[in-house]
Structures are given as C-alpha cells and as structure tokens.
C-alpha cells in the first residue's frame, strides 16, 4: 500500500508538472505576441509572465495561489525542465557562432567589444560595494566580494547577440555602420561573456581555496584543449560519416549527448553547465552546412521553442517585486543607470574614435546595451552557484528587461529605424536570417 501511495503521490507530481508546462507555455505565448504589438521582443513578454504568475501579482491575492500552482516540489521539476532546453539552446549557440561575422570587422569590433565591456565591468565592480552588505549572505552562506563584485561586473558587460540580430534584421539595419558592427561586437561580447562566467563558476566553487581554484583552471585548459584537439575531429568524422548514410536519427541523438555530457563535464569541473554545452557547439562542423540545417539544425530549434520559455517564466516566477524595500529600488535605479552608461560610454568611445558621427555611434551604444537572454542565463547561473539571493536577482532581472525593451523605441524615436507595418518575429525564439549567422534564438 505504502509502495501503490508512494507511486500515486509520483504521478500527481508529474500531472501537476504537466498542467503547468501547459499554463507557462499559454501565458508565455499570450503575453510574448502582446510584447510583440508593442514592438518589443517576445522574451519580454515572456518574462512578465513568469511575473505576473509568481508572488510579485497573482501572489498579491488572497490564498496563495502561486504555492498552489507552482506546488514547492515540483519547481524543481520545472526548473530542470527548463535546464535541458537551455543546455540544448546553448550548443546550438556555440555552434551558430560565426566567424565570418567579425573578420570583416576585426580591429573595430574588438576594440567596441573590449571597451564596452571593460567600462561596464569596472562601473558593476565599482558599484560592488555599495550593494555587497544587504547581499552578502545567500541562504545563511557568506559570499565572497570577490565573487559578488565579478559577477556584478559580469552582469553588467553582458550584450545579447540573439536579440540584437533580430533586432537588425526586422529593422532593416544589418547594413548600415552601426548596425553591422554591433553584431560583430556582440559576437565577441557574447564568448567573453561565457568565458568570465566560467570564471565566476570557478571562483565560487573554490570557495577562497587558490589549490583548488588552481585545480579548476587545470582541468578547465584540459578540457577545452580535449575538445579542441580531440573532439572537434571526431565530431567532424562522425558527422560527415552518417550525414553521407542519411543516419539523421542517431547524429541527433548522439549530438544531443554530447551537449548533455559536455555539460555535465564541466559542472564536474567546477565552472557552469552551460560553457560545456557551448563549447561542444562550438567545436561542431559547420558543413554540409543545407543538409545539418534541415535535418539536426532544426529539429534541434523546435525543442528551443517549446523549452526556452519554460525557462524565461522559470526566471520571472523568482522575482518578487514585493519583497524589495526602499533602499532596493534605489539600488535598482544606481544599477540600471550603470549598466546603460558602461554600454553606452563603452561603445561610443571606441565608434567615435574610428570615426563614426555622434548619432552613429549613439545607436551602436544603444544596440550595444541590449542584454536579453544573454543575461538571463547569466543570472540563473549566479543563483545556481548560490551568489545571488532573491532580491538581487530580482533586481538584475529589471535591469535585463528595462535594457532589452528600450533599444527599439529609443532608436525608433531617433529616427535610426522605421515604425513596422506588423511585429515581427521574437528575436530569441524566431530563426535569424540565413546571412546574419546568428543563433536560433
């Protein structure tokens, strides 16, 4: 009786998990096409779902309805849910990451990509003391400052490549000045991002231990050198091998295990899941470039389409607006006003310099400041390894959405880009133009 109650008590768990994957995936789609008519990108919309849904609104309500919907055990069901759809969505990120996108931009982008993120990230780490008091101890555990200012200043030097190549493509600006090289500045924006996590990761779990943060860089140089010397031929064998067969099947399962094993390799080793999913993308072969993009490409997308927003109402569901006190919302000002001048100062310095006109290289900073699901995932990340707590995240996630919404009408009012006739497809989920190169996202 007790195994037959024990296995009745599993199934509710798992009807419950259903009926709100069900929920997630309605109000996600509802609230992201009505983001959309307000000519904002559908993750916002998305977001604010997770919002709405969570303790910030429908908590507001008598009953506690967000407990009843959102039962505690099965959260993290949903939250592991959404965790293989981004590990999944983070390969086809590093595998969509194109070179050719830069070279013809190398020097200027690299110098914006530089500068936007060294200004950012040294204005997050001065800001590091003023916050690092109220939000020095996650769940009775004390953070380091080290760990808090480098993943403020990380938070802070973050541009989303997916949403900025949507962005461009829907607006028409792929080949003006600005708008060609923020997408290559972007680019190496977003591996530099990855990269520092990475060292976040490590410096987190090293907990002040420099042998074992030694360590961690130890494995972490073999583990890319393995995947670089190592996997990246073997893939390229496997690939080229079963493409010829049409065994399309097992190249995506073996494909998918793969990103599901690097990811857990580099959990082991101490830095974050996601730089594991990203780098085996990162080392696939990116021909026969037609045949993996109808037959691996795009059933890969589809699963991104229906788990990505799993994971942006995952995310919104732990922001609470209501938690945060007065103080909060004055750090939640001084937070946003950094992170828009570090972008911004970051990438007009650099555009000016190279000779573009002030309102050239005002948009290219405004492009720039967009962060979308770049940061997300960056967040999510802090609050897994236990270096954020509630209100924190809270806070970062405003900061995320205020940044990603206000690139569209502030170019629009300049005058940079035209009022469309109808939205447009969502620049994190929505597949980007052939000759833009960028993510499925």
């Known amino acids: 009786m007790t195994a037959l109650a024990g296995a009745g008590a599993q199934d509710m768990r798992l009807a419950v998990l259903f009926a709100d994957m069900a929920l997630v995936l309605v109000a996600g789609a509802a609230l992201g096409r009505l983001a959309q008519k307000f000519r904002q990108p559908m993750v916002v919309g998305e977001i604010s779902a997770g919002i709405l849904l969570g303790p910030s609104v429908l908590g507001l309500l008598p009953g506690d309805l967000p407990a009843r919907i959102f039962p505690a055990d099965v959260r993290p069901l949903l939250s592991a849910v959404s965790q293989v759809g981004l590990v999944l969505f983070m390969f086809v990120v590093g595998w969509e ?170 959990t082991w080793i101490g830095i974050h899941a996601i730089f594991g999913a990203f780098l085996f993308g990162f080392v696939m072969p990116r021909e026969p470039a037609m045949v993996l993009a109808e037959h691996v490409r795009r059933p890969m997308d589809h699963v991104s389409v229906v788990l990505l927003p799993v994971f942006f109402i995952v995310t919104g569901l732990g922001v609470d607006l209501g938690a945060l006190t007065g103080g909060d919302v004055l750090a939640l000002v001084a937070i946003v006003v950094v992170a828009c001048a570090g972008k911004l100062v970051g990438a007009i310095l650099p555009a000016r310099m190279a000779g573009f006109s002030w309102r050239e290289a005002t948009d290219l900073g405004l492009l720039m400041n967009t962060r979308g699901l770049t940061e997300l995932i960056i967040l999510n990340a802090a609050v897994s390894l236990g270096v954020l707590d509630g209100r924190m995240f809270t806070m970062l996630v405003i900061m995320a959405l205020v940044t990603t919404a206000m690139a569209g009408p502030l170019l629009s009012r300049r005058g940079a880009i035209p009022v469309p006739d109808a939205p447009g497809q969502d620049p994190e989920t929505a597949a980007p133009p052939a000759d833009v190169g960028a993510p499925r996202t």
Do not use: Q
């Open 97 to 266: 990451f194109e070179k050719r996108l830069i070279r013809p931009h190398a020097r200027l982008a690299a110098g914006v990509s530089l500068t936007s993120i060294a200004v950012a990230f040294g204005l997050g780490v001065a800001l590091a003391p003023f916050l690092y008091d109220e939000h020095s101890s996650v769940a009775g555990h004390h953070i380091s400052f080290a760990a808090f200012a480098t993943f403020l200043g990380t938070a802070m030097s973050v541009t989303a490549f997916p949403v900025l190549a949507r962005i461009l493509h829907e607006n028409k600006l792929l080949d003006s000045r600005a708008g060609s090289l923020s997408l290559a500045s972007a680019a190496i924006d977003d591996l530099l991002a990855w990269c520092l996590l990475a060292y976040v990761s490590a410096l987190v779990t090293a907990h002040g231990d420099y042998s074992e943060l030694a360590r961690i860089g130890l494995y972490s140089l073999l583990y890319v050198a393995g995947m670089l010397l190592a996997v990246r031929p073997l893939v390229a064998r496997l690939v080229w091998r079963w493409a010829a067969t049409e065994r399309w099947s097992a190249l995506l399962s073996v494909l998918c295990a793969g990103a599901l094993t690097s990811a857990w390799l580099t």
